[in-house]
């Protein structure tokens, strides 16, 4: 069975600084992109950030300079740097795979066939 799991979630001031993981058990993901995204209350997903297989990375604007993804294949796991973080920030984190190998840097959402259950991050004012 496939699982994403990520932790690392937590209440932050302004301005601080939290690091995600998500880690994959089940199979590897080495072959495949994985991307982080997040829901906010009453808004829509929205993209954050993705790696591809061959660590080819791309942000959303509203976070690019402030986050940096990466991954450890030797540990099936995906990271998110959270830097300067601000109370616009807050929102559910969700990480994903893309299903296909050797994939886009970033896919169409519906390529993204495994989901984590999602981590809470609350930037305070």
């Known amino acids: 069975q496939v699982q994403l799991v990520e932790s690392g979630g937590g209440l932050v001031q302004a301005g601080g600084s939290l690091r995600l993981s998500c880690a994959a058990s089940?199979?590897?993901?080495?072959?495949?992109?994985m991307g982080w995204f997040r829901q906010a209350p009453g808004k829509e997903r929205e993209f954050v950030a993705a790696i591809s297989w061959s660590d080819k990375t791309a942000y959303a604007d509203s976070v690019k300079v402030r986050f940096t993804i990466s991954r450890d294949n030797a540990k099936n796991t995906v990271y998110l740097q959270m830097n300067s973080l601000k109370p616009e920030d807050t929102a559910v984190y969700y990480c994903?795979?893309?299903?296909?190998?050797?994939?886009?840097?970033?896919?169409?959402?519906?390529?993204?066939?495994?989901w984590g259950q999602g981590t809470q991050v609350t930037v305070s004012s």
């Open positions: 089940g199979r590897t993901f080495s072959r495949n992109a």
């Open positions: 994903a795979a893309d299903r296909r190998f050797y994939g886009s840097v970033v896919p169409p959402v519906s390529a993204y066939e495994y």
